[in-house]
């Protein structure tokens, strides 16, 4: 949904090219090295859903606003270090232009969708 200059994208999981999710709860079935790619693979799912809506990448001024939710157990603390795997991804380390950081939450749930392990909404600013 785009109002304005804003670019707002909901419920985006890691989504691999065979339409199957990673699944799994981290802290019991995942470790934090299979949630960091998980929120990067995340990441581009996002970035090629922004490709499709804008057309080129080189529209999206920045990131404004993320929210990564960890699929994680009870005893579960480093989310900040899953949701890493999209950040780093999104601030150009992971080869892409970087389009920023912008203010980010990094939360524990106890269920996703499709008990998805992660799940990523973003505002971005894109221009004309």
């Known amino acids: 949904m785009q109002v304005g200059s804003l670019l707002f994208m909901s419920g985006c999981g890691p989504k691999r090219a065979d339409g199957t999710f990673v699944v799994g709860k981290l802290g019991a079935d995942l470790d934090v090295a299979q949630g960091y790619a998980a929120a990067r693979l995340t990441g581009l799912v996002m970035l090629a859903r922004l490709r499709a809506v804008l057309g080129s990448l ?29 950040s780093d991804l999104i601030e150009g380390t992971g080869g892409y232009r970087p389009i920023g950081r912008g203010a980010r939450g990094a939360v524990g749930m106890t269920a996703l969708t499709y008990r998805m392990a992660v799940e990523i909404d973003m505002v971005a600013e894109v221009v004309a």
């Open 58 to 86: 080189d529209r999206v001024q920045r990131v404004v606003k993320v929210l990564g939710m960890v699929n994680a157990a009870p005893d579960f603390a480093e989310q900040p270090k899953v949701i890493d795997g999209f």
